[in-house]
């Protein structure tokens, strides 16, 4: 079985950049539409941080689970969230591949 991990949308507050985060040298370069697929790994060029939030979700579609949180998705074999960056916050939608 494959998961695929879609970057929906990508955000970006620079007042709380400003204020409040050190300079940074390689800040998340995640796209909008970038797809990615694993089988339980994480994928190449994903983010460490954002992949330490999704794979709960990834281990749990591998291992056959569905409707996180009840009746929270259209899709009871998908999941939408948001990486924990406070200041570029990505969102995902994570699916079984069909």
């Known amino acids: 079985m494959t998961i695929r991990i879609t970057v929906?949308?990508?955000?970006?507050?620079?007042?709380?950049?400003?204020?409040?985060?050190?300079?940074?040298?390689?800040?998340?370069?995640?796209?909008e539409?970038?797809?990615?697929?694993?089988?339980?790994s994480r994928p190449e060029g994903f983010c460490q941080s954002a992949w330490e939030t999704?794979?709960?979700?990834?281990k749990g579609l591998l291992e056959g689970k569905s409707r996180f949180y009840g009746d929270w998705m259209k899709d009871p074999r998908s999941a939408m969230i948001s990486c924990n960056d406070g200041f570029r916050p990505v969102t995902f939608?994570?699916?079984?591949k069909e």
């Open 93 to 96: 939608l994570v699916e079984v």
């Open 54 to 58: 999704l794979f709960p979700f990834v």
């Open 8 to 31: 929906m949308r990508t955000a970006r507050y620079d007042d709380l950049i400003d204020k409040y985060e050190l300079p940074q040298t390689s800040p998340c370069d995640m796209r």
């Open 33 to 40: 539409g970038q797809v990615f697929e694993t089988s339980g």
